[in-house]
């Protein structure tokens, strides 16, 4: 039928034309819309004026007839629409059925309501009512107003929707060919001249169509005699139980689609109105065109044909011509052309000119299409119906792609887009405008420039889309314009269909992918949280501010480096590298008259307050003063020796043969005076601390010390007061001190008591006692055995004393070694010996706390006292059978020695000459009596003495035989009870009282006897006799002692000797008999063997 | 695409603790480049559009190489700007899983420039 025109691409808007085109358009667009608002209105002014023209009462009667139809059309329309999209598998001839059905009723209805209106009008004779009514009509107006903008947008979609079917029909031959058929009688219609091949159905709409005109007849003669409010109230009242009866019907007939149908059958009512009056605008061949033409190019057309649309238009145009009548496309293309020449020129007189000239043709053929309206409504209605279904069937026939569908659907959307954005304006003025564009548009669509417009932005963004989009959509396209030709539908499906498939298929992958992805993110959204991090900073770098730039830049600018301070860790200390200050300073102490310290700059002030310092540390001071007195006290004691011997004992020296020096203690003391030293002790360990015994006296000055005796300590180097001065009431036979540190004194007295003195007590817990007018501190013993410890005690004077240390080890140690002595502190033992030989042995013990009050136990302890003596055990040393052999004379002891190396053994000389060999703890000892060469004879040892520098074989025995005046020494082995040696000293001598070793040189000994002469022996010298004998017979001597200190670097030793006149004097041997010889012990060993 | 196919339930949603985005590493990583690469350069503001590239590849060539798990996807951001005692403020905010995905930053300041390198570690599911 069409030629067969192929298709391109010019067919459809390429994008850079588009683009220009619109450019252009755009300004006039703009223009337009301005006139377009102003318009309607315009319009409808002139509507009126050539309604008025023509009959001012039957125009308006058909526009509101119009109105009315439309109204009445639109439920069925929905409804059909309805029926079409639920109920496509319908039959064709059941749906006419139905819409015949349909049609009958309503017409039964309308005359029923008719009837009513008629009575209602009698009644409503008042104006009262009337004026009610018409508020109510105005609003009802208003109302409508709104329904139609909203037919007016579903018409837009209906055209969409056709626009599809058209689509389908391409693909469908057959559908075309109906489609041309429809066509044909579409043109049938509007002549009215070919409805009857259309047979019964034809003829009932015709009947109706007559019905409905006979109906309007009446209408017009009763809106003649009535007002004309009257008249719109009825015909409102009538629409609208007319709508009510259609939509019982509509019920009635379709249950289920009751709601969705409504609004669907309005539409495709709305659509067959408007191909209706499209049919009469333009007088068949053009609505055919339209009706064919896709729709947005069909408005386009409307608007400008001619204008800026390509040629392909025209030529579409002229095809038509050929086919349909030729007088109306001309007629629209001289508008066209007009129009276009309007747009180039923007003469705006001229183009209201030539609208009024276009909106009087139209009125001219409306005015004839609304009497052909009432008739062909229902007519035309059921075609398009029929035409429906036929789109119905061609659907199902349709392979049910979906895809042009959803197509479709975006093209909708575009539309409503686009209707969305029509919406600028107010909503009631668009309301205005859309009603007044549909009837300007049904009237003259040349002059809806507002709908053309905005179809045409329409397509601009479809074009735009088409442009970017897939290839796809623009096939799609391209068939969507090639719909109208047979060839070009046969083309564009081929071509459509080869990029379909790729298309589809692309579309389906992606389309799978997507689903696949989808799920997945769903599926893992289930498995994973999701969370926003903590707001992170990156870099904050705050500003520098311009206090800190400035410093940065000039903080330095006026400053020196003047010191550096190099102790670096000690920032805290504040400590700088200063120069440090010196200043002389003296001090002296203890502190000379009342400064104790000075220096050029200190102030007397200064001074006093170190003074009053000294003076605050008391303790510390008198510290240091005990123990500096001692040593001021020996170099005052030397001072006042030198000064008196440089008289007196310079003399002296030289008068004894054997001294080297002499220091005489001071005895002429008050106390001292008259008594005769009858005992000389020297400390083992310390040297130079000496004992002196002095007897009692009758007639001293003071008569309270008469019956007493006094012991002196002395200090050699003091000799000027005696250091201590211990007092006891009996005659003290025998004493000692202990050993170690010279700190305790122990004495046996004539009446056999044991009294052990503390020196370490303080002076002021004894008694002071003044005697010519100097005050003495006399100290009691501390502890006495008198009468405490009577039955252990010694029931004779005890005649020796003797501390026992407590052995150590082998025995090979030198016990004199002082450090050993000190070691032993109080750990010892003390032995005591009485005339009759019982021998005690005595435990010192000292307590840890002295107490003032005295011991209730302990009571020979004196209060305050903190030694005392336990007696640990009794010895009976004297064998009972040598007494009863003997007879002659009771054994009696004299002297008690332990033996240096082992103190278990216990010597004691006895008045026969013999010296007793024995063991503490009763084992038996070899030899068990040491005797003279000689044999027994009757003397007394008085004197025993052990070789002092440890030589344990050698024993010297001195004894002095009492009855014979013969006096001699013996020197004996330890182990040999015949004496090695025998020296008799001379017969006219005397008794020897004391012999003694020195203690630096074991070869040199001495001996005094009781002439007063004194002999000593060296035996490296001469062993036959003594080398030196000295008559010291011009003062009796009493006692002597020899003393001495091995040390080796100042060995000395000494004699000390008590006179008869209370004189005591100590005498320093000369250095040939002090200092030790390697020789000593050899000669001894010598002798030993020779006697052996 | 493939993981995807083999259906439901096998997903990886966790990478192994070893080849995890350890922030301190990488920021050990980012540190050493920073410190290589400006120690003693001056800000030029016509090399710092190639500098921050040559910063931003060779950081991500080294994280790269500690050992994450293949499916990081590792974001390097570098900003390198002048520095004239203005004061500046860098955000950076995530919506991410934070048991996998991790953010290392380290700036680099000296005299005439900033430097701010931040790797932003997005596991891939």
């Given amino acids: 039928m069409y030629s067969g025109k192929k298709i391109t691409k010019e067919d459809t808007w390429r994008p850079d034309d588009l683009i220009k085109h619109i450019r252009s358009q755009e300004e006039e667009s703009s223009r337009r819309r301005e006139r377009s608002h102003r318009d309607p209105e315009r319009e409808r002014r002139k509507q009126r004026e050539e309604s008025g023209r023509r009959g001012g009462g039957e125009t308006r009667d058909e526009r509101e007839k119009e109105s009315r139809k439309q109204r009445e059309r639109e439920p069925g329309d929905t409804q059909d629409r309805g029926d079409r999209e639920r109920q496509r598998d319908r039959y064709k001839d059941r749906d006419r059925e139905k819409e015949k059905e349909r049609d009958r009723l309503r017409e039964r209805d309308r005359e029923k309501e008719k009837e009513r209106d008629r009575d209602g009008l009698r009644e409503r004779a008042k104006e009262r009512d009337r004026e009610k009514e018409k508020e109510r009509e105005k609003r009802n107006r208003e109302k409508e107003r709104n329904k139609e903008s909203d037919r007016e947008k579903d018409r837009e979609r209906e055209k969409r929707d056709r626009g599809k079917d058209r689509e389908r029909e391409k693909r469908d031959w057959v559908k075309d060919r109906e489609r041309e058929k429809r066509d044909r009688e579409k043109d049938r219609e509007r002549e009215k001249k070919d409805r009857e091949k259309y047979g019964d159905r034809e003829k009932k709409d015709r009947e109706k169509d007559r019905d409905r005109l006979r109906e309007k007849e009446r209408d017009r003669a009763r809106e003649a005699v009535r007002d004309r409010g009257e008249e719109r109230d009825r015909e409102k009242d009538r629409e609208r139980e007319r709508r009510r009866a259609e939509r019982e019907n509509e019920r009635r007939k379709e249950m289920v689609h009751l709601d969705v149908g409504d609004k669907s059958l309005e539409r495709e009512k709305e659509r067959k109105e408007r191909h209706r009056e499209r049919e009469h605008r333009r007088g068949g061949e053009e609505q055919g065109r339209e009706w064919r033409e896709q729709e947005r190019r069909e408005k386009h057309g409307h608007r400008q ?11 579409e145009q002229k095809r038509r011509e050929k086919e349909q009548h030729v007088q109306f496309n001309h007629q629209d293309r001289e508008l066209e052309i007009e129009r276009r020449h309007r747009h180039q020129n923007g003469d705006g007189a001229r183009e209201r000119e030539e609208r009024d000239k276009r909106r009087e043709k139209r009125h001219d053929d409306s005015s004839q299409r609304h009497r052909e309206h009432e008739s062909v409504q229902r007519k035309t209605l059921q075609e398009v119906e029929h035409d429906v279904t036929e789109d119905n069937r061609e659907e199902a026939v349709d392979y049910g792609n979906e895809d042009y569908e959803d197509d479709f659907e975006d093209y909708e959307e575009d539309f409503e887009e686009f209707d969305e954005d029509k919406e600028e304006e107010g909503e009631e003025e668009e309301e205005v405008h859309e009603d007044e564009r549909r009837e300007v548009k049904r009237e003259l669509s040349p002059c809806s420039r507002r709908e053309v417009e905005a179809i045409q932005r329409a397509m601009e963004k479809e074009n735009e889309l088409l442009s970017t989009a897939h290839s796809t959509q623009e096939s799609e396209i ?26 589809a298929r692309q579309r389906e992958i992606n389309q799978q992918a997507s689903d696949k992805q989808r799920k997945r993110s769903s599926e893992l959204l289930r498995l994973i949280d999701l969370d926003f991090s903590v707001t992170e900073c990156l870099l904050d770098l705050p500003p520098v501010r311009e206090y800190d730039l400035y410093i940065r830049s000039y903080g330095m600018a006026n400053t020196k480096q003047a010191y550096v301070q190099c102790n670096e860790d000690y920032m805290e200390r504040d400590a700088q590298t200063d120069e440090t200050d010196v200043t002389d300073k003296w001090t002296q102490h203890p502190p000379e008259s009342s400064t104790a310290c000075g220096g050029p700059q200190v102030s007397q002030n200064a001074s006093d307050e170190t003074v009053t310092k000294t003076t605050a540390d008391s303790k510390q001071l008198a510290a240091f003063l005990r123990s500096a007195t001692q040593v001021m006290a020996v170099l005052l004691e030397e001072n006042i020796a030198e000064s008196n011997s440089v008289k007196k004992l310079q003399s002296q020296t030289y008068t004894h043969s054997f001294s080297d020096g002499c220091v005489q203690l001071n005895t002429k003391l008050n106390l001292l005076q008259g008594r005769q030293v009858t005992l000389l002790h020297f400390s083992q360990t310390q040297t130079h601390t000496l004992l002196s015994v002095h007897a009692l006296h009758s007639g001293s000055i003071d008569a309270t010390l008469d019956s007493k005796t006094l012991i002196c300590v002395w200090n050699i180097w003091e000799p000027s007061t005696p250091q201590r001065i211990l007092i006891y009431e ?9 050993p170690g540190k010279s700190m305790l004194v122990f004495a046996g007295t004539d009446v056999g008591s044991v009294l052990v003195w503390d020196l370490r007590e303080h002076s002021g817990s004894h008694t002071h006692t003044r005697v010519c007018e100097e005050e003495w501190t006399l100290r ?12 252990a005690g010694h029931f004779s004077p005890v005649v020796s004393i003797e501390p026992v240390l407590v052995n150590v080890g082998a025995g090979l140690r030198d016990p004199l070694l002082p450090d050993q002595e000190e070691s032993l502190g109080l750990s010892f033992q003390l032995g005591s010996l009485d005339e009759n030989g019982l021998l005690n042995l005595w435990v010192v013990v000292e307590l840890p706390r002295a107490d003032d009050s005295g011991s209730q136990t302990d009571l020979g302890l004196r209060p305050g006292g903190k030694v005392k003596l336990l007696h640990s055990s009794s010895l009976q040393t004297i064998p009972r059978v040598d007494k009863g052999v003997l007879g002659v004379t009771s054994h009696l002891s004299f002297v008690l020695k332990f033996l240096p190396s082992d103190y278990n053994h216990y010597f004691i000389g006895s008045n026969l000459g013999l010296v007793r060999h024995g063991t503490r703890h009763g084992l038996r000892a070899v030899p068990k009596l040491y005797r003279p060469k000689g044999g027994e004879k009757p003397a007394e040892v008085t004197a025993l003495e052990f070789c002092p520098a440890g030589e344990p074989f050698f024993l010297v025995r001195i004894a002095e035989c009492v009855g014979c005046s013969d006096g001699s020494v013996r020197l004996h082995a330890l182990a040999c009870d015949e004496a090695v040696c025998e020296w008799t000293v001379g017969p006219g001598h005397g008794s020897v009282q004391c012999v003694q070793f020195s203690p630096t040189r074991c070869s040199v000994f001495c001996a005094l006897d009781s002439t007063s002469v004194l002999h000593i022996w060296d035996l490296t010298q001469r062993d036959e006799s003594p080398i030196i004998t000295q008559d010291l017979h011009t003062d009796l001597v009493s006692a002597m002692a020899v003393f001495g200190d091995a040390s080796k670097q100042n060995p000395y030793s000494g004699i000390a000797m008590a006179k008869h006149s209370g004189r005591l004097e100590v005498h320093f041997l000369l250095p040939s008999l002090t200092l030790p010889q390697a020789s000593d012990k050899e000669k001894l060993h010598l002798l030993t063997r020779d006697t052996l | 695409m493939t993981e995807l196919e083999q259906g439901a339930n096998t997903f990886v949603i966790r990478p192994n603790y070893q080849h995890r985005f350890r922030v301190s590493v990488v ?11 400006l120690s003693g350069v001056q800000y030029d503001p016509e090399e710092t559009q190639s500098l921050t590239q040559t910063l931003a590849e060779s950081i991500k060539h080294r994280v790269k190489g500690l050992g994450l798990d293949d499916r990081y996807k590792l974001l390097v951001h570098v900003m390198i700007g002048e520095q004239r005692g203005q004061g500046v403020k860098m955000t950076s905010r995530c919506f991410w899983d934070s048991d996998t995905d991790g953010c290392a930053k380290e700036v680099y300041i000296n005299d005439s420039m900033v430097c701010v390198a931040a790797v932003f570690g997005v596991y891939y599911y």
Avoid: M
């Fill in chain 1, 305 to 315: 044909n001619t204008g800026q649309t390509d040629t392909e238009e025209r030529r």
């Fill in chain 1, 478 to 503: 391209s068939i969507t314009v090639s719909a109208d030709s047979e060839s070009r539908l046969r083309n564009s499906r081929t071509y459509s269909r080869v990029i379909d498939f790729t298309a």
């Fill in chain 1, 730 to 738: 009996a005659e003290v036979r025998s004493c000692c001190f202990s």
């Fill in chain 1, 780 to 791: 009691h013993p501390t502890f006495s055995t008198d009468a405490v410890l009577s039955g």
């Fill in chain 2, 27 to 37: 920021r050990e990583c980012i540190r050493e480049i920073l410190r290589e690469n």
